[in-house]
């Protein structure tokens, strides 16, 4: 029973941890909380489903031309709202409010465009569940949980290792500085908004698979629960991110096997306000010296 | 300018309107008192919240339980929904107001997530999502009110009150001390500001007058669930405060009418509605940033003017500070 809920809490926490590294990333180089991510997350979830069901695009062609998709769209969202608020140097509180518009144009375009009921994700293949001693795990599971660590490796890769990395690291520490030594600092950030939100769509997609079910408010939660995430393992920091989702999602299915399903999304909030007082940088954050 | 306001609002209801147009204002007056209490948090104090929605949720279950089980009135409910709604505000904001920032955010966003779901599971005090009914109408030295017309007057008694004490707060030693945190916290620590008290006094008084605006509706409507007090409740609360103006009391009023009106006046578009409205709030920071009335003063005079920190120069000069 113990180690069942686990899985299922680590499965769900390999989604959470996709969507965390998207408000990290954007967090880390803007400082700014990005709530247009989890509409991100669900217009990922329903391209895919539309390329496979009214245009009949085999599986793998409509997944990766998803996560292009989602992808500009992440770009988009920068460029069209935020872009224009960071040239006027506004208060950080506007850009907020302007993905706060984003998420609900988006929400509500998708329930315009597709209808508002709860649709049927196709079972693309159907892979069987592994018995082991009672418990069971499904195959669909490892892909899952395989998928996020393979992508989480390559994003590593891409930031410690190549050079858009380098300048993405040296935007999020001195945004003015990398502009000096002559980085591109727009193309940075678009691409930053490119990563996010492509890795949402991966996560939007596999929930939307594990679950056979997207609606168009699927976001919501799950945007909320990443951004607890983000910020639970320290916002900013990716490791952070990935600790946190997981943390989150095994936690919240083990309060909700053994304590009450009902408090289900209550718990996750309730964990990580207790984890913000005694440390309040999150898990993995550094305490930043402020200058007057 | 204050005096016509008034004069015209309070002439207003004898035009006879109908009852549809009372109930919007009414809604807008409400929305005013929240708005003006989440400005003193968010705009003066700056200090992000977004559960503010809470604190209208334990107001309203305060009265609507207070009232349906022991049978007390308005009078005794509203000051005890925001007294009840004030204790919760210290209650998080002592330990959580050290919080800067997105982890400040993210607390207060679970804080009102984490009432919205014990409303809906604690099913022995708030009938979880079956909501509690049948809450009396609002009853003033014993004379019940029956129209919309007496509601009016007690929602804009009601917001009158909240703007006179906001104001009165803005403008005195206290509000120098918010607005000093609010440009750099840890200068006006220096200055000799004890910045947490001064947070959490923003923090509880906010959470004060929502609680009362959370009675008044619960007496208003007569029936609550949780699903009235969401995580869209907070946002629209902020919305308010954003697109007024932070920092604005003329803007907040702005804010709520357009706000609490537009989705009304976008009826008609039916499906296009919800889509409509993101955009506009986009279009809207896009535009003016600062608000529709921020940084804008009303001095003497009744005469507008631009104050410094609307100035592209100002903000750049920020900008510079902050960055290096």
Redesign the interface.
């Known amino acids: 029973m113990l180690l069942q809920q686990m899985i299922n809490g680590f499965t769900l926490g390999s989604a959470y941890a996709l969507t965390a590294i998207g408000y990290t990333m954007v967090f880390g180089i803007l400082e700014l909380v990005n709530f247009s991510h989890g509409a991100v997350y669900m217009f990922g979830a329903f391209i895919c489903l539309i390329l496979i069901t009214t245009f009949k695009i085999n599986f793998l062609m409509a997944f990766l031309l998803s996560l292009v998709i989602t992808g500009i769209l992440g770009m988009l969202v920068d460029k069209i709202c935020l872009y224009p608020l960071r040239m006027k140097n506004a208060p950080k509180v506007t850009s907020l409010i302007s993905t706060i518009g984003v998420s609900i144009f988006l929400q509500n375009l998708v329930m315009l465009l597709w209808g508002s009921e709860t649709k049927n994700f196709p079972m693309v293949f159907n892979l069987g569940t592994l018995n082991i001693k009672g418990f069971k795990l499904s195959y669909f599971q490892l892909v899952i949980m395989g998928t996020c660590i393979v992508l989480m490796i390559g994003l590593t890769l891409i930031i410690q290792r190549t050079k858009l990395g380098k300048a993405m690291r040296a935007t999020a520490q001195n945004m003015e500085a990398a502009k000096l030594m002559g980085i591109h600092v727009d193309q940075v950030i678009s691409f930053t908004f490119f990563l996010g939100a492509a890795l949402a769509a991966v996560a939007g997609i596999m929930i939307g698979m594990y679950y056979q079910t997207v609606d168009p408010m699927m976001g919501f939660m799950t945007g909320l629960k990443a951004f607890a995430a983000a910020v639970l393992g320290g916002i900013g920091v990716l490791p952070g991110a990935v600790i946190g989702g997981l943390l989150i999602g095994v936690l919240e299915t083990l309060a909700a096997g053994y304590i009450h399903a009902g408090y289900r999304d209550a718990i996750a909030f309730a964990i990580l306000i207790g984890v913000l007082l005694v440390r309040p940088v999150g898990l993995l954050g550094k305490p930043v010296q402020k200058k007057v | 300018m204050i005096t016509i306001l008034g004069l015209a609002l309070l002439v207003l209801p004898l035009a006879g309107l109908s009852s549809f147009a009372l109930r919007m204002f009414i809604m807008v007056g409400i929305y005013i008192i929240l708005g003006l209490s989440l400005n003193l948090i968010?705009g003066f104090t700056g200090q992000?919240s977004l559960g503010h929605a809470a604190f209208y949720a334990i107001g309203a279950y305060t009265s609507a339980i207070l009232s349906t089980r022991y049978g007390l009135g308005f009078g005794i409910t509203a000051p005890l929904s925001g007294l009840a709604a004030a204790f919760f505000g210290l209650l998080l904001g002592i330990?959580?107001l050290?919080?800067q920032?997105?982890?400040l955010?993210?607390?207060t966003?679970?804080?009102g997530?984490?009432v919205r779901?014990?409303a809906?599971?604690w099913m022995n005090l708030t009938r979880g999502p079956m909501g509690i009914p049948g809450i009396p109408s609002v009853s003033l030295f014993g004379y019940e009110l029956q129209s919309n017309i007496g509601y009016y007057y007690v929602i804009y008694g009601l917001a009158a009150v909240t703007l006179l004490v906001v104001f009165r707060i803005v403008n005195s030693r206290i509000g120098r001390a918010l607005m000093a945190i609010r440009e750099?916290e840890?200068?006006a620590q220096?200055m000799g500001v004890y910045t947490t008290n001064y947070k959490v006094l923003a923090f509880t008084i906010g959470a004060f007058f929502a609680g009362i605006a959370g009675s008044f509706y619960a007496h208003y409507v007569s029936y609550i669930d949780p699903q009235s007090f969401t995580?869209d409740e907070s946002?629209q609360i902020?919305?308010i405060v954003?697109?007024g103006g932070?920092g604005s009391i003329p803007g907040t009023i702005l804010g709520a009418s357009i706000l609490v009106t537009a989705p009304e006046m976008l009826r008609s578009l039916q499906?296009?509605?919800?889509?409509i409205?993101?955009?506009?709030?986009?279009l809207m920071?896009?535009i003016r940033?600062?608000g529709l009335l921020g940084g804008v003063r009303f001095g003497k005079g009744g005469k507008a003017k631009n104050d410094a920190s609307g100035s592209?120069e100002y903000?750049?000069a920020?900008?510079r500070a902050k960055?290096?």
């Open positions: 968010t992000l330990p959580t050290k919080l920032g997105a982890y955010a993210i607390v966003l679970g804080f997530e984490i779901i014990t809906l599971n750099d840890l200068a220096y995580f946002i902020l919305s954003i697109l932070m499906d296009y509605r919800m889509v409205y993101g955009l506009i709030l986009i920071m896009l940033p600062q592209k903000n750049q920020i900008w960055s290096s």
